[in-house]
């Protein structure tokens, strides 16, 4: 199957402080590509859509400013976390589809686990 | 209006035996896909299976087997003679419309654990 990856996989940063998070598709295009956010015991929650060179799509209540998602090409998708506070700790999981394909399957990189002290 | 509803937050069950995980969907739309994830406490989301919304047969693939009641808006997990590794979360999730574009909705999990 396709793989994603993201990078990095754990990162504690201070208050106040920005962060990014990088997906990638290794094997395929991903002309769309998912940003999910995910708390302790609870489900995936869907932040945005990432549309390869064109605005992500945010789902709402999410906060645009915030969550920065650029997607500038067809296998790097990033998600910056600006101004961080220790509620933006969470589990965050990218996801890629294949483009251009009749795949229904949407591949998950193994996510970043962000700490924010 | 929850779209994808898992009724049971944790079930148990003996080694060996099958269990069914529940899972009821809202749409309106004729073309969608439903899945079933696996994660374990490393956080990665496995692909367990998929059932389009058009295909007449149950999907199955090798243990799990997908019950698929379109009239009733269901489309249960089967997972048949349970192991130990099958301890984890199990989310069930639906793609609507049917495009690689469109984004997958969750629903709640359900915590399985397998005694020995």
């Known amino acids: 199957g396709a793989v994603v990856s993201q990078h990095p996989s754990r990162v504690i940063c201070k208050s106040g402080t920005s962060v990014k998070i990088e997906c990638r598709s290794l094997?395929?295009?991903?002309?769309?590509m998912f940003w999910y956010r995910q708390f302790p015991k609870q489900s995936l929650m869907l932040m945005a859509t990432?549309?390869?060179?064109?605005?992500?799509?945010?789902e709402q209540g999410v906060e645009k400013d915030k969550f920065l998602i650029n997607h500038a090409s067809l296998t790097l998708s990033t998600l910056t976390v600006t101004s961080a506070h220790p509620e933006d700790s969470s589990f965050y999981i990218c996801?890629?589809?294949?483009?251009?394909?009749?795949?229904?399957?949407?591949?998950f990189g193994p996510g970043t686990r962000l700490t924010v002290t | 209006a929850q779209k994808i509803t898992q009724t049971q937050p944790g079930m148990f069950v003996q080694e060996k035996e099958a269990v069914t995980l529940d899972c009821t969907y809202d749409?309106?739309?004729?073309?969608?896909?439903l899945f079933w994830y696996k994660q374990p406490s490393s956080g990665e989301m496995i692909f367990l299976i998929y059932q389009g919304s058009y295909d007449e047969q149950n999907a199955t693939e090798g243990r799990y087997s997908l019950n698929f009641q379109k009239a009733r808006k269901s489309a249960n997990l089967v997972i048949s003679a349970s192991q130990l590794g099958d301890s984890a979360m199990y989310f069930c999730a639906m793609r609507e419309p049917y495009s690689s574009a469109s984004k997958i909705i969750f629903g709640s999990g359900t915590r399985l654990s397998i005694r020995p």
């Open positions: 094997d395929f295009q991903a002309t769309t």
């Open positions: 996801s890629a589809s294949n483009a251009g394909t009749e795949d229904y399957e949407q591949y």
């Open positions: 749409t309106s739309d004729q073309s969608y896909g």
């Open positions: 990432s549309n390869e060179g064109s605005k992500a799509t945010y």
